[in-house]
Structure formats: C-alpha cells, structure tokens
C-alpha cells in the first residue's frame, strides 16, 4: 500500500497549500481529510512508519493542555514527535499532521505519535492509529446539542479499548468513575489520581455530571470530591470502588492563577513538582501526562522537568501582555471547565476584573444553557468589574446578576473589539490585570483580535506550521 500513496500525499498537500494561499478556511484539517478520501487507511499506513508508534489521549477537558504536557516530557527525554499541536484532533486533523511529517521512501520525520483525539472520534481514529498507549482522562457533559449523553461516549470507549486488547496500554484516570471502570477487564491498565483531602470540596457542584454507576445504576457514594464527579467513590450496590492510583498528587498546593505545586508519588519515587498552570484541572493534566510518559518509559528526572517548562496550550491559561497591563486568557466551554477556572479565579486574593464572551456559534455548541450549571456564584463576591460580550451577551450578563454580580459593576457590550477596549480601559489599582473568560470561537476571536493589535501572533502563525 506504501507504493501507492506517495500521489496521494502529494495531492493532499497541494490542495492544502493552494486553499490556504487563497485564504480558504478549512484550517488545519483540511489536506489531512482529502487523503482520507484518497485513502482511507492514510492515517494507518503513515502511523506505520513511527518506529516508536503513537500514543492518543482523549478526555473532554484538558487533553490539549495534558498532550502539550507530555510533549515536554517526551522532548526532554530525546524523542522526537509527530505531534497535532494545533489542537485539530479529528481524523483529518491527525491525518494532516501525520501527511505534514511523511517523507520520501516511506519515511517520517519523528519517532513517536503524540495525538490528541476528539473523545466522539476516538473509536474511529483509534483502530487506524493502532496506539501503544492510551490515556483516558475524563469524561464530562460537554455541548449536550453536539455530542448527546455521556453515557453513550462511555459506551463506545468501552467498545475501542476491548478491539485493543493487550496491544494497548491503558493509562487511567481512578478519581472519574466512567473512565475507571473502563479498566475493568483491561490486560494492562495504570490510574492515576488525587491524594490530598485537603483539596477536597464540601459537596457536589452544580455540573458534576456521573453521578450513578455504570455497572448497576446506583448513586455512588462520595467520600471526597475534588471535581466535577471526580473523587473517591464507591457503589453501594455493587461494589463497583475507586481503584488506588499508582501514580498520584498529594500535598497539592494550589498558587491562584500562577500555578501549584505537589509532590508527584510513583511506585519507585517522590518528587516536588512545580507546574506553572493554575488550578486542580491543570495538576489532573499533570498527573495524566505523567503516567503516560511514565508508561512510555521516560525517566522521573524528564517528567519534572517537563512540567515545570510546559508552557499554556493555545488560548488555556496563556497571558498576554498589553503595555503595563495583563490579561489572562481562560477557556470555558462547559459547566465543569467553567467551575475549575472560577475556582482558581476565587483563589486569586485581589478583586478581579473579567471579560466574559458567550457564543453560541457551533462550535460553542447552540444550548448555551450550561452557563446557569456554572458556580459563578463562587466568583461573583470577587467581581470588581465584568464586561460581558458576545453573541449572547446579555444571557451571560444575566447569569452573573443572579449569582450575585452588583448590576453597577456588569456591562453588556457584545462587540468583542468594543467590550476589549471597554474592560481593558477599565482597569485599576496596582495589579493591572484582566481575565477572559471566553467561549471556544469566542477565543479565537478574542486572539485574533489580539493579533490584530499587535499582541500576540496572528491565528495563522501561530496555528498552522507551514507546509513542509
Ligand atoms: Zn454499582
């Protein structure tokens, strides 16, 4: 099949450079799903030429952010990657980033597969990539319009990891009950989890999203929470139980906005790790991203170093400066990535000022009903000015006054250009510093925006690597 695909390849590429010379949309995907349809195997037959083969991690929250994780592990240990850093994580996506490394003679410019997967293509693209390993991370309620229930994501994991067998590693995550018992019957399976009751919640969050077995569909018992649904559980019913981790965090100290630290406790070692992104979220990436490469063989040295030099995914906790002024750039896209972001945001001790952007584009999903699952209720005694954009402006301003948000301190401006200029000129005090809080084309609006001023690098340069 080998000798056969080298046209293809140089179709594909053509195509993809020709359409973003015009200027086309399409992104980064689109050369990858014209060789699928060329060739619909692409994607198993380019994998075939990684000498170390690839790993896929796959969650709803945090794979970019875990995946740019275990890039920095994996670099430091001397492995060179075929990475889908662009966060185009379909078929076509991975398609394209492997058609952008494939070289003349059946060669590859990389030795390793690193790909994050969308979690609906995940039993599609996982049988062609044949993965060594799999990192499963979590499983939350995402845009219910875009993807249905949760249940059925579970369903259809269950069914990939099985076609795997022994041929795949699992790398799980113990504290996600959905995502645990998928190592049921698994030959080979590590968790990974929390271990620090300290970082504990009081109680369940609006949005924790699984809260009944899936073996036997009784309500599992929580006796620590420490997000969403993720904590130490057990089923009344069945026994269905949280299984120990072997890798896991504890004495976690959350830093607000700047970071954490924990130690990271392994069979063999214990080691202070010093992350630079805010949040429990990011210590879970952490862990996720730990496991995997730990899996892969990488030593513990590599694993701290590379995530003490990880640097934020596009557009998940990036900071960009503005003259003497700072803003913060925080993805929210579903009621559990929203709580994690306000939790850290609380953590923060100076009042804070927000752009919040809500659209309901479809990528966003169109239901933009989650944000009323949200816990700004948390955030809302913080708030020293919120301007709120968006196409759904008003709803989202509307939301923070019912969590508590004075209606003298909220602005609706749903030009996005206008409410940046709105809540930058805004700012006060001696910490100049503004978070946004933006939807997923919200946020690439906003960094094009931002590109557009000077700011950051503009969308194309910064997303797309160019046609090699
Ligand atoms: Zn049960």
């Known amino acids: 099949m080998s000798t056969t695909i080298g046209p293809k390849i140089l179709a594909a590429r053509t195509v993809g450079s020709l359409a973003r010379r015009a200027g086309r949309g399409g992104g980064t995907s689109l050369p990858g799903r014209l060789l699928i349809k060329l060739e619909p195997h692409a994607i198993a037959i380019l994998a075939r030429r990684l000498s170390m083969?690839?790993?896929?991690?796959?969650?709803?929250?945090?794979?970019?952010?875990?995946?740019?994780?275990?890039?920095?592990?994996?670099?430091?240990?001397?492995?060179?990657?075929?990475?889908?850093?662009?966060?185009?994580?379909?078929?076509?996506?991975?398609?394209?980033?492997l058609l952008s490394a494939a070289r003349r003679g059946g060669q590859i410019d990389g030795q390793l597969g690193l790909f994050e997967v969308d979690e609906f293509w995940l039993d599609r693209v996982a049988p062609e990539l044949e993965p060594r390993a799999m990192l499963l991370a979590n499983l939350f309620r995402d845009q219910l319009d875009r993807y249905g229930e949760l249940e059925t994501i579970a369903d259809r994991w269950a069914a990939a990891v099985a076609a795997r067998g022994e041929a795949t590693a699992l790398v799980l995550n113990a504290d996600d009950p959905l995502i645990a018992d998928l190592g049921r019957d698994a030959a080979r399976v590590s968790y990974f989890g929390v271990e620090d009751p300290a970082v504990a919640i009081a109680q369940m969050q609006h949005a924790s999203d699984s809260k009944h077995c899936r073996r036997c569909g009784a309500a599992y018992r929580y006796d620590l929470i420490y997000l969403g649904h993720l904590g130490v559980y057990t089923c009344p019913s069945c026994g269905q139980t949280r299984p120990q981790p072997t890798i896991s965090?504890?004495?976690?100290?959350?830093?607000?906005?700047?970071?954490?630290?924990?130690?990271?406790?392994?069979?063999?070692?214990?080691?202070?790790?010093?992350?630079?992104?805010?949040?429990?979220?990011?210590?879970?990436?952490?862990?996720?991203?730990?496991a995997l490469c730990l899996e892969l063989g990488?030593?513990?040295?590599?694993?701290a170093d590379g995530l003490r030099g990880v640097t934020a995914a596009f557009g998940r906790a990036e900071i960009v400066t503005i003259g003497d002024r700072l803003l913060s750039l925080l993805l929210i896209k579903n009621p559990a990535g929203a709580n994690e972001i306000i939790r850290t945001l609380a953590l923060e001790d100076a009042e804070?000022?927000?752009?919040?952007?809500?659209?309901?584009?479809?990528?966003?999903?169109?239901?933009?009903?989650?944000?009323?699952?949200?816990?700004?209720?948390?955030?809302?005694?913080?708030?020293?000015?919120?301007?709120?954009s968006g196409t759904r402006?008003?709803?989202?301003?509307?939301?923070?006054?019912?969590?508590?948000?004075?209606?003298?301190?909220?602005?609706?401006?749903?030009?996005?250009?206008?409410?940046?200029?709105?809540?930058?000129s805004g700012l006060e005090g001696e910490r100049r510093q503004l978070y946004a809080l933006p939807t997923y084309t919200a946020m690439l609006e906003l960094r094009e925006e931002l590109g557009r001023r000077g700011h950051v690098k503009s969308f194309w340069q910064d997303r797309s690597p160019a046609p090699r």
């Not at 990488?298 to 694993?303: D, F, K, L, R, S």
């Not at 003298?408 to 996005?416: G, M, T």
Request: hydrophobic residues 50%; charged residues 20%; aromatic residues 4%.
């Open 298 to 303: 990488a030593g513990i040295e590599h694993v």
């Open 53 to 97: 083969g690839s790993v896929l991690i796959s969650a709803t929250n945090g794979k970019t952010t875990t995946a740019a994780m275990a890039a920095s592990i994996l670099e430091r240990a001397g492995i060179s990657l075929v990475h889908n850093r662009a966060g185009a994580n379909m078929a076509g996506g991975v398609a394209s980033t």
């Open 393 to 424: 402006a008003a709803e989202l301003a509307l939301r923070l006054k019912y969590a508590g948000v004075e209606a003298s301190r909220l602005r609706v401006q749903a030009d996005l250009p206008a409410a940046l200029d709105a809540a930058l």
């Open 352 to 388: 804070l000022d927000l752009l919040a952007v809500l659209n309901d584009r479809t990528a966003d999903g169109h239901d933009v009903s989650w944000i009323w699952d949200a816990d700004f209720e948390l955030l809302a005694p913080r708030v020293r000015s919120a301007v709120c």
């Open 249 to 290: 965090a504890q004495k976690i100290t959350l830093q607000g906005t700047r970071g954490s630290r924990f130690t990271l406790t392994t069979p063999e070692h214990s080691i202070e790790i010093e992350l630079p992104l805010p949040g429990l979220y990011n210590v879970y990436n952490a862990l996720g991203a730990a």
